[in-house]
């Protein structure tokens, strides 16, 4: 923010007709042509309105009638789902505002600037010419034009920008010609909303918003004045970049506004002592959901076309959370820097010697985009100097300096005097700034080069609450949330044990986890599956095998029910991406968008009903008529028993298997990891009773993460961060228990029935009908020795 207010000028009585600052004189032998250019066009316009025209000028001029309905480019605003904005799409930023919203002070401050006989001539101000053509005689240079306000609103309006003497004519023609068919209100209307103010601010409304972050019915006099002051050169006297000349702008506009009877001089001045801040604009959310917003465009570029969209103003609906939104990139930017320090540093931006520092934190001062230092924030900095005795550099930061200690960087790996010189350009965090000397205590950063994805889908609606589609909107727009492909892994097993309990299968089905070999007689090739340990663990329950995420078991279930079987029940799950027909689909081979298995996985809190994600509930056009409305739809394709039973499972994966990071949230939670064998992709699909989320790991050229990183530990860090933000003001829940289930208890290794003094007992969930009726003792007594031996060779 920028204070304007302690710049000191006063009031000046003497020739306020002009500003105090003037643009470079023109060359003087120019002076003559344009004096005569100015009177020729008077002379002309007179002969003209006064019914001489002449047919070459007028014979084309446009019409004036379409002004009454007056319906310029406006903004298409994107709105979260609690009706705040946090997207726009113009070619020109203008709001339309009717004249009862437009301060008094503000349309007066406009008038007083540009075009004080407004209210007094009919399109041309004859007497403004003549002073006007005086002025710029006795400056010996251009200080005034003559133009009325009505003659702005004309070129604007139903002219080209050309510099001519007909262009000009056709203007004092149709400007008189508006006059008589506007009211100076309406004329007023058109000018204050078609006006161009700086920063691609058209209108008075977008100016307020875009400087001093309000609505134009909010605007003090002080502010109103600035805003007057743009017109003549919006990017010379633009607050933003140049406060002390837009304050002079002020001061000539309070000048001419007391000239003309519109304000007191003492209202002057307190409007001269009244303090602007220079904000920006108030829509706090505008660009918090880039990849959302982006997904939005396209899709309403696609099916209303460019000209709608950019320039109809439509008002488009989205189901995007801000907060959830925020939590799932806070999430996202972390885990992706988590796991980049876990693969060391990579070195600095750049190093900068002499004068180059100097010039670069020059350019970055003036930069546009800059904002103050404030806790959290990465940022560029300089070694300015090495560790002497001290265990720590001194960083330059534009705007302020910081100390960064060695145990800030210990993930570098290496010994820090080493890695980091004077000169080197590198990001850091600012962790907390010191009251006393002013330093900031920050923390070595670099910015990662794996990419990522988060979408999270609201359970009962299918709304789509938050999707962030990689590290940084701004290096890359692409949206691998909905846009990439990639194998699931183990985050694909979900679907195939659902399938297996609608084939018969239970959770204490026995499964025997051994080598297998599968062979293709026609091209003689040879495929061995083995599991991640490549260990095999015998007499498996078909619970047990999803828990750890047994390959071997899994694909020994596909060839038992079928590979048409499996993909046609993925296909109800809403899986729509090509699917492979071979075993190997068992491992997650298949590649599939973050989007569509994250909505396979919903069916099972949603107890077996598929929703439709969304994200747009509906769309108007600028006069307010309903385009399109989305309602949440769902269908019926699991029965709930087998969604319960799914659900069930999914969550003891979390409480003993490869989900167990989740159990720090301590509520009711289910999810899958999934690990391609080659470490390309590492994703974690979760889910509670109110919403659905995935998250993909890896890099956009398909390179190996690295041998340990996991679904476990490269994913499933992210979803907990963005569950544990998102669920932490929502009372804890359990997952609705459907009619045709039953709970038992059974023993952990065998499937049947536990004992009453059974140590490794667990409740399992069944459908009805299914669970275990005898004990281990009942049904043979050497069982428990022969799963005992099986268990000892596991442990060796």
């Known amino acids: 923010m920028i204070d304007v207010n302690n710049y000191e000028v006063s009031l000046v009585r003497a020739d306020t007709s002009h500003p105090p600052e003037h643009p470079p004189a023109a060359p003087r032998k120019s002076i003559g042509r344009r004096l005569l250019f100015g009177a020729l066009v008077l002379i002309v316009a007179l002969l003209l309105a006064g019914g001489a025209g002449v047919y070459l000028v007028t014979r084309e001029l446009p019409e004036i009638y379409s002004l009454k ?38 349309v007066q401050a406009f008038v007083a600037a540009e075009d004080s006989r407004f209210y007094e001539h009919e399109g041309l101000d004859y007497l403004g010419i003549i002073r006007a053509m005086y002025k710029n005689i ?33 203007e004092a023609i149709l400007a008189f010609r508006i006059e008589k068919y506007l009211s100076k209100e309406e004329i ?19 100016a307020a918003q875009t400087y001093f972050g309000k609505s134009v ?50 209202q002057a001045k307190q409007a001269l002592a009244t303090p602007v801040k220079i904000k920006g604009r108030a829509e706090k959310n505008l660009g918090k959901a880039p990849y959302f917003a982006e997904h939005i465009r396209r899709y309403l570029e696609e099916k209303y076309g460019e000209d709608m969209l950019y320039h109809q103003g439509l008002q488009v609906y989205s189901t995007v959370n801000v907060a959830y939104q925020q939590a799932a990139q806070k999430a996202l930017r972390k885990g992706l820097q988590d796991l980049d320090k876990r693969q060391g540093y990579r070195g600095p931006l750049a190093h900068l010697e002499g004068k180059r520092i100097d010039t670069y934190f020059l350019d970055l001062k003036e ?77 070595l950063e670099q910015e990662p080069q794996v990419q990522g994805a988060i979408i999270s889908i609201d359970n009962a609606t299918g709304y789509v609450k938050a999707m962030v589609g990689g590290y940084d909107f701004s290096t890359s727009q692409f949206n691998r949330a909905v846009q990439a492909r990639r194998q699931p892994g183990s985050a694909f097993k979900p679907i195939i044990y659902a399938a297996a309990l609608d084939k018969g299968y239970t959770p204490a089905t026995i499964i025997i986890d051994s080598p297998v070999i599968f062979g293709d007689e026609e091209s003689e090739r040879v495929w061995k599956p083995k599991n991640y340990k490549e260990t095999f663990s015998g007499p498996t329950l078909l619970r047990t095998a999803l828990i750890l995420s047994r390959n071997v078991v899994t694909i020994k279930i596909v060839n038992d029910i079928g590979l048409d079987y499996v993909i046609d029940y993925a296909r109800r799950l809403g899986i729509s991406s090509p699917l492979t027909r071979d075993l190997s689909l068992a491992l997650g081979s298949s590649a599939l968008s973050l989007l569509e298995l994250t909505r396979a996985v919903s069916v099972f809190p949603n107890q077996g009903e ?28 699991m029965e709930p028993d087998t969604a319960f039973v799914m659900t069930h499972l999914l969550q003891e994966v979390v409480q003993y298997g490869t989900g167990w990071r989740a159990r720090a949230l301590g509520r009711p939670v289910g999810g899958k990891t999934g690990t391609t064998n080659d470490q390309k992709d590492a994703w974690f699909v979760g889910f509670s009773p109110l919403m659905t989320a995935g998250v993909w ?33 929502e009372p804890i829940q359990a997952f ?58 596991e442990a060796m």
């Open 138 to 170: 006795m400056a010996a240079g251009i200080r005034q034009g003559g133009s009325t306000i009505t003659q702005q609103v004309t070129k604007s309006l139903l002219l080209t920008p050309e510099r001519s003497v007909t262009r000009k004519i056709r």
């Open 736 to 793: 609705v228990v459907p009619e045709k289930v039953v709970f038992a208890k059974i023993n952990a290794r065998t499937g049947l029935l536990a004992r009453p003094d059974d140590a490794t007992a667990v409740f399992e969930v069944f459908k009805e009908g299914t669970a275990p009726t005898k004990t281990a003792d009942e049904v043979s007594p050497g069982l428990d020795d022969f799963f005992k031996a099986d268990l000892d060779a």
């Open 217 to 266: 019915e909010e605007l003090n006099l002080a502010e109103c004045a600035m805003l007057a002051g743009l017109p003549q050169a919006p990017s010379r006297y633009s607050p933003h970049k140049h406060p002390d000349r837009a304050r002079e702008r002020q001061t000539y506009v309070l000048n001419r506004m007391t000239e003309d009877g519109y304000i007191a001089a003492q």
């Open 367 to 443: 930069s546009e985009d800059l904002e103050p230092l404030k806790e959290g924030d990465i940022v560029k900095g300089v070694i300015s100097s090495a560790p002497s005795g001290e265990k720590r550099f001194r960083v330059n930061l534009n705007g302020g300096s910081g100390v960064l200690p060695f145990e800030n960087m210990t993930w570098i790996r290496r010994d820090p005097a080493e890695a980091l010189k004077v000169g080197d350009l590198i990001l850091v965090r600012l962790l907390s700034r010191e009251q006393r000397s002013g330093d900031w205590k920050i923390a």
């Open 188 to 206: 007023l209307y058109l000018y204050l909303n078609q006006i161009y103010l700086g920063n691609n601010a058209y209108g008075v409304e977008a």
């Open 610 to 637: 598929l929703v439709q994600p969304m994200f747009i509930t509906k769309v108007m056009d600028r006069d307010g008529r309903l385009l399109e409305e989305h309602k949440p739809q769902r269908e019926r394709v």
């Open 69 to 106: 309905d007056y319906k310029p480019d406006i903004v298409t605003t994107v709105y979260a789902d609690d009706g705040s904005p946090v997207a726009e799409f113009c070619r020109e930023r203008r709001f339309v505002v009717p004249m009862d919203r437009i301060p008094k002070l503000l």
């Open 697 to 729: 790991v890896g890099f956009d050229n398909e390179r190996e993460l690295g041998p340990v990183e996991t679904g476990a530990r490269a994913a499933s860090p992210i979803w907990v961060d963005y569950a544990a933000e998102v669920l932490k003001t």
